[in-house]
């Protein structure tokens, strides 16, 4: 069993930056993909950035030049760096923690962006 716990949501402005982070606890951490993933009011979740156990990355084209994913093994965390916010990047974000078959969500965070 894998814990996901989401902090670092928040109000930003246009333009602004937060970063979102993940702790993990449980199980052996370092083997999973970790995700972050977002669903707007009225919208499907939809993938916004992965990383696999060996760092390579995958990112929604949504966010890609703006949004950073990285990981610290050592302290079982999952990061999300967001730059260049938009109110289109309105959501609540969510953590991913993938090893077939487990599957495992946080809770959410919330993330607004409105002048």
């Known amino acids: 069993q894998v814990q996901l716990v989401e902090s670092g949501g928040g109000l930003v402005q246009p333009g602004g930056s937060l970063r979102l982070s993940c702790a993990a606890s449980?199980?052996?951490?370092?083997?999973?993909?970790m995700g972050w993933y977002r669903q707007a009011p009225g919208k499907q979740r939809e993938l916004v950035a992965t990383?696999?156990?060996?760092?390579?990355?995958n990112y929604a084209d949504s966010v890609k030049g703006r949004f950073t994913i990285s990981r610290d093994n050592a302290k079982n965390a999952v990061y999300l760096q967001m730059n260049s916010l938009i109110p289109e990047d309105t959501a609540v974000y969510y953590c991913?923690?993938?090893?077939?078959?487990?599957?495992?969500w946080g809770q959410g965070t919330q993330v607004t962006v409105s002048s």
């Open positions: 991913n923690a993938r090893a077939f078959p487990q599957d495992y």
């Open positions: 990383i696999t156990s060996g760092t390579y990355t």
């Open positions: 449980g199980k052996v951490f370092s083997g999973y993909t």
